[in-house]
């Protein structure tokens, strides 16, 4: 069975904390975390762009572990017009999927981005370019996950409703 959860959120809206909680939850190897920044912006050093390799990289990633029967977690800014139409071939490519989308007012990402390492690389001007509000995927329903939840909900419900 290939799981595909994918978690999707403005710069600064916790993804990655979470992502790396959940699959601290499971015995080692068992979920592959594939985050968009580290492909985009580590791996291959591009703009977030139309043409980026970065959406087709993620892909290969994602179905790798699928492939090999692994929760795949892809987690990033993940804007639909651009990552849509690759995370609706995952979705089908997988057993099952689960959407989550952090929808959250730019106030509340910029305070939670003062909390992070990320603060002293980049501020409020990059982000308020990066942000875009609430942005749904047109083929699935997302849970949506506002400024009610912490981070600590946020971790059981993916990792409660991965165990169902």
């Known amino acids: 069975m290939s799981i595909l959860v994918v978690l ?11 992502a790396r909680a959940v699959q601290h939850r499971f015995e080692p190897g068992a979920v592959l975390v594939v985050p968009q920044d580290v ?21 290969h990633i994602a ?3 699928l492939a090999r029967g692994r929760i795949v977690l892809v987690e990033g800014i993940l804007r639909a017009a ?12 997988a057993t099952r999927s ?14 939670r981005h ?3 390492p990320q603060a002293a690389e980049f501020g409020v001007t990059e982000m308020r ?14 849970v949506r996950l506002d400024a009610t939840w912490s981070t600590a909900d946020a971790v059981e419900r993916l990792y409660s409703d991965l165990v169902r």
């Open 114 to 116: 003062a909390t992070r």
């Open 82 to 93: 651009r990552y849509g139409p690759m995370l609706q071939r995952l979705s089908a490519a």
């Open 8 to 18: 999707r959120g403005n710069s600064g809206s916790g993804k990655s904390t979470v």
């Open 129 to 142: 370019a990066w942000y875009h509000g609430w942005d749904p995927l047109g083929f699935v329903s997302e």
């Open 39 to 59: 492909v985009r912006r580590q791996m291959l050093r591009e703009q977030d762009k139309p043409d980026g390799l970065n959406v087709e990289l993620i892909e």
């Open 63 to 65: 179905t790798f572990g």
């Open 98 to 111: 689960d959407f989550y989308a952090y929808d959250l007012t730019f106030g509340e990402t910029t305070r």
